[in-house]
């Protein structure tokens, strides 16, 4: 009895010491590799898997770690991170509806310097400057506008699928928009609707518009603003013209949308080319890029930052700025339709004679890059992600036909106002 | 010491030592959240401006209780809450009672009502969500084939209360229905041979033994699933499909723990999401005993 027990305490201290031992020379063999892995934390497709391998190619003690969440969820756990000290990645992308919030905590972020700000379009550069000079995020891409739609549908619908006639069928602005969705609809295919959902619509029509949801000065316009009422009033008559598939963007039901073919148009900028690329992937070469309504106008668009919290800050910086340099945004373009945000680019022959296969060669060189030629920048605030969250939800009560536009509209606005700061 | 004085000790020492790390723990991950959560409460205190606060007393429940989405959210709450519990805890009871007889391969049987619960939360939700759709959900591909037109589930506000209950009902009845069948084996065997000589039916047997024997039973998950319906917070907000703390387009489905997420990791309202984390903690606390003097007196007239 006792012999065994002995025995038993010598085997558990045994096996102790073994593991002790273990964990020793796991430790040992950190230290000595100095090897470095970077967390990149992002929402949706950024598209730099190529860039990683070819990245880590050059610096063999360098691992890059990507963790990507939906959106919302992203930029909330991003938010909470920062306040709790804890937890963010070494690189942290940022979208146009965030970037406010966080460059009104600019401090929290490392300061990338000035030296590249000549290169950046200004608006972009400008969006995410604290107010004391400190560079807080490289821009990725801008969004851009566009009109992405299935010519297969139009045909069968009887509207023209050329992208030239397409373009020119709403050419004078919206409301042609709407006529030809009334067209559209009246000998649509079964099943199909002109378009994926008021949100998203919402955010293209608004994207055009001088001022948006603030002024300069930070203060919320929406209830004041005329322009985002008029937003308001053109895309309920779109629904109310029975236009909208009632899908929300980036939901389930919606990525579904695509691949079952639920809506014939939808607003494009750069970055949605992705999406239907990952989304729609039977329908390749059927989907085409027309012109958007109205000429220029953006939406979207996003920014990698270095949270000072991370444990290597300074390689951060230095994938960050390779991420977001001219040739790797010219590369992200052709690869994943990106629109850079460094204007430079544009005029080089392969970012402006690009044609897409997927969109029928469509060329989306030159209709992204003259639309953000044109696009006249508007100021974001803090809570423009919620805000637009806010009013897609306004939108989707008068689809769901919950309330009426103006109960909705109302509604809205008192919801706005809850925001705080 | 002497030896006895030790061993005297031992036997009144030791019961403590042996339930002191569980209150350790509770002491760590309970107590202390739950009093400087009410702390936080009486602040002003904005989650990005990092320990910035300043001390506001009861300002943030005066909020509180003039706020209607707190009362919206709160009435989804309890009408999830009763949706859910009251026919899970009835078909867990039935469950039970089936599993209780002499079932073939009864050990995989009873294994298997566990199996929901053991999935994940976030799995079964999508999965539901799915089956849930509007346009090419499982749901309303059935309820076409009798005839009935599709329905919006989310858009509407019985409908998606409904949904949710669903999938709350789905992962706990069969983890209610294991405890009352372990319950149920206590239950000597001779009272059933009695009540069958004197000619009681299946069903007669299961009211008037069954039942009442399960009493402390039932309470007990009655008050346990009480505590965790007016919790609920993963469901509806996955149920939304976008990951938004709203609970759809009118906040028709947003629970009290959602306005708690979406004020406080939204909004960054950190005073204010603690206050309503507190008044939650009340309402449930009340609910807790309310559903307690209840449910004893319903076993109390089986009786």
């Not at chain 1, 990645?89 to 009104?104: H, K, L, N, S, Y």
């Not at chain 2, 401006?49 to 709160?74: C, S």
């Not at chain 2, 507190?278 to 807790?288: D, E, K, N, P, S």
């Amino acid at each position: 009895m006792r012999l065994s027990r002995t025995a038993r305490v010598l085997a558990a201290a045994t096996a102790a010491a073994v593991m002790l031992t273990a964990c020793g020379s796991g430790g040992g063999a950190g230290s000595d590799g100095g090897d470095i892995t970077l967390n990149v934390n992002l929402f949706g497709n950024f598209g730099y898997q190529e860039l990683y391998k070819e990245y880590s190619q050059a610096h063999p003690t360098i691992k890059i770690a990507e963790h990507t969440a939906a959106y919302n969820d992203h930029h909330r756990d991003l938010a909470t991170h920062l306040a709790t000290g804890t937890g963010a990645g070494d690189i942290e992308g940022v979208d146009t509806g965030f970037i406010a919030q966080m460059r009104a905590v600019g401090k929290q972020f490392t300061d990338l310097g000035t030296d590249r700000a000549s290169q950046y379009l200004p608006w972009k550069w400008q969006a995410s400057l604290t107010k004391d000079g400190r560079q807080i995020g490289y821009g990725t891409d801008v969004g851009g506008l566009a009109i992405c739609y299935r010519r297969d549908l139009f045909e069968q619908a009887g509207l023209p699928a050329d992208r030239d006639a397409v373009s020119a069928l709403w050419a004078s602005g919206w409301d042609k928009y709407i006529a030809a969705g009334k067209q559209y609809t009246a000998k649509a295919p079964k099943g199909t609707a002109f378009f994926d959902g008021g949100g998203a619509l919402y955010n293209a029509v608004i994207g055009q518009a001088p001022e948006g949801f603030y002024a300069a000065d930070d203060s919320i316009v929406v209830g004041t603003n005329p322009e985002v009422r008029k937003a308001w009033d053109l895309v309920v008559q779109a629904i109310q013209s029975n236009l909208s598939a009632k899908l929300i963007e980036s939901s389930p039901e919606w990525n579904n949308g695509f691949a079952k073919g639920q809506f014939a148009t939808i607003a494009c900028p750069a970055w949605m080319m992705t999406k239907i690329k990952d989304q729609a992937k039977a329908y390749a070469g059927k989907w085409d890029v027309a012109a958007v309504p109205g000429g220029g106008g953006n939406w979207g668009g996003s920014y990698l930052t270095v949270p000072k919290q991370g444990k290597h800050v300074d390689e951060a910086k230095k994938l960050a700025a390779w991420l977001t340099a001219p040739e790797q945004q010219a590369r992200i373009f052709t690869s994943k339709g990106l629109l850079p945000s460094i204007p430079a680019l544009y005029d080089k022959p392969e970012i402006a004679q690009f044609k897409d296969p997927f969109f029928n060669n469509a060329p989306v060189g030159t209709i992204f890059t003259t639309a953000a030629k044109q696009l006249k920048p508007q100021y974001q605030g803090p809570r423009t992600g919620d805000i637009q969250t806010t009013i897609r939800d306004g939108l989707v009560r008068v689809e769901q036909g919950k309330q009426t536009s103006e109960q909705s509209w109302q509604q809205t606005v008192s919801d706005v106002g809850r925001l705080k700061k | 010491m002497t030896l006895p004085a030790l061993s005297r000790l031992d036997t009144k020492g030791s019961p403590y030592l042996y339930v002191l790390p569980f209150f350790l723990l509770f002491g760590a991950f309970g107590l202390f959240p739950l009093i400087y959560t009410g702390y936080v409460s009486f602040n002003d205190w904005n989650l990005l401006d990092a320990g910035e606060h300043t001390w506001v007393g009861l300002a943030n429940y005066r909020e509180l209780l003039h706020d209607p989405y707190f009362w919206n959210a709160l009435g989804n709450t309890l009408s999830i809450w009763l949706l859910s519990t009251v026919p899970q805890l009835l078909a867990a009871l039935w469950i039970a009672h089936l599993l209780n007889h002499r079932l073939r391969a009864r050990t995989s049987l009873r294994m298997g009502v566990l199996l929901p619960n053991i999935t994940s939360i976030v799995a079964v939700t999508i999965v539901f969500t799915q089956m849930f759709g509007r346009d090419f959900g499982m749901i309303n591909w059935l309820l076409g084939l009798i005839g009935v037109g599709p329905v919006d589930w989310q858009a509407n506000t019985w409908s998606s209360h409904l949904a949710i209950s669903v999938i709350v009902a789905w992962r706990w009845t069969g983890y209610n229905a294991l405890i009352y069948l372990a319950s149920m084996q206590a239950i000597p065997h001779d009272l059933y041979e009695a009540a069958e000589l004197d000619g009681a039916s299946s069903g007669q047997q299961f009211r008037r033994i069954t039942v009442p024997q399960l009493r402390p039973t039932i309470i007990f998950t009655a008050v346990i699933s009480t505590i965790g319906g007016l919790q609920i917070m993963a469901e509806p907000l996955l149920f939304a499909g976008t990951s938004t703390p709203t609970g759809g387009s009118d906040r028709q489905f947003q629970t009290a723990a959602l306005f708690m997420y979406e004020q406080g990791f939204r909004e960054f309202r950190f005073g204010y999401a603690s206050a309503i984390a507190w008044t939650l903690c009340l309402v449930i606390a009340v609910f807790a005993v309310a559903n307690y003097l209840l449910t004893r007196r319903i076993a109390d007239d089986e009786e």
